[in-house]
Nanobody, 126 residues
Framework: QVHLVESGGGLVQAGGSLRLSCAASGRTFRSRAIGWFRQAPGKEREFVAAISWSGVNTHYADSVKGRFTISRDNAKNTVYLQMNSLKPEDTAVYYC???????????????????WGQGTQVTVSS
């Protein structure tokens, strides 16, 4: 019932920046928290950042604190992930996801999300 499309990935040099977008369809978008996750080859999917439905509450994985910023524009049904000071270890496929109803702050657990996008590749060269 909810369709998510990530965009904005690409190849960037270490120290550079990218902004990922997650465009969502569905009338429940504005009342759901959104999370960003990433998965590198051979590794499990890991939490990156999340934002509450209101945009007031955000939290981040320790590995990206101070470098990444999550935001949302509910009028556009879009969530963003601004990634600065990128490192080679940030290389992964990045996914956005819509949190299950009843939570709201943005869980770090993938199973707490109902819908997922197709992912967008981020590659950071050294």
């Amino acid at each position: 019932q909810v369709h998510l499309v990530e965009s904005g990935g690409g190849l960037v040099q270490a120290g550079g920046s990218l902004r990922l977008s997650c465009a969502a369809s569905g009338r429940t978008f504005r009342s759901r928290a959104i999370g960003w996750f990433r998965q590198a080859p051979g590794k499990e999917r890991e939490f990156v950042a999340a934002i509450s439905w209101s945009g007031v509450n955000t939290h981040y994985a320790d590995s990206v604190k101070g470098r990444f910023t999550i935001s949302r524009d509910n009028a556009k049904n879009t969530v963003y992930l601004q990634m600065n000071s990128l490192k080679p270890e940030d290389t992964a496929v990045y996914y956005c996801a819509v949190e299950q109803i009843g939570y709201g702050l943005g869980s770090t657990i993938p199973s707490m999300y109902d819908y997922w996008g197709q992912g967008t590749q981020v590659t950071v060269s050294s």
